[in-house]
Nanobody
Framework: QVQLVESGGGSVQAGGSLRLTCAASSFMAYMGWFRQAPGKEREGVAGIDRSGNTNYADSVKGRFTISRDNAKATLYLQMNSLQPEDTALYYC??????????????????WGQGTQVTVSS
């Protein structure tokens, strides 16, 4: 069973930055970040494949950067220019194949427990 452990969440004022980290128990080809705000559905934020190809939700393009260290099986999300609407529980997710991973459809095989990000105005 693959384990994903997120860290780095916290509280920050609007305009601030946070860096999320996800440590995986083994290498995963497809990894990404999802988030869920209170009263809203879970949505995809950013994804990255084993080659470093990335994709982002329109709402975070230009502000968030996803990256990974394959040797350490670790995923990162650098979040800059944070806004109150970015407040959510952020989940790390992963899959061995692209068929089982989709930001748009919020689909992944393995999920972390989540880390809270709160942005105040």
């Amino acid at each position: 069973q693959v384990q994903l452990v997120e860290s780095g969440g916290g509280s920050v004022q609007a305009g601030g930055s946070l860096r999320l980290t996800c440590a995986a128990s083994s290498f995963m080809a497809y990894m990404g970040w999802f988030r869920q705000a209170p009263g809203k559905e879970r949505e995809g934020v950013a994804g990255i494949d084993r080659s470093g190809n990335t994709n982002y939700a329109d709402s975070v393009k230009g502000r968030f950067t996803i990256s990974r260290d394959n040797a350490k099986a670790t995923l990162y999300l650098q979040m800059n220019s944070l806004q109150p609407e970015d407040t959510a529980l952020y989940y790390c997710a992963a899959a061995y194949s692209g068929y089982h991973f989709s930001l748009r459809e919020t689909r992944a095989t393995y999920w972390g427990q989540g880390t809270q990000v709160t942005v105040s105005s």
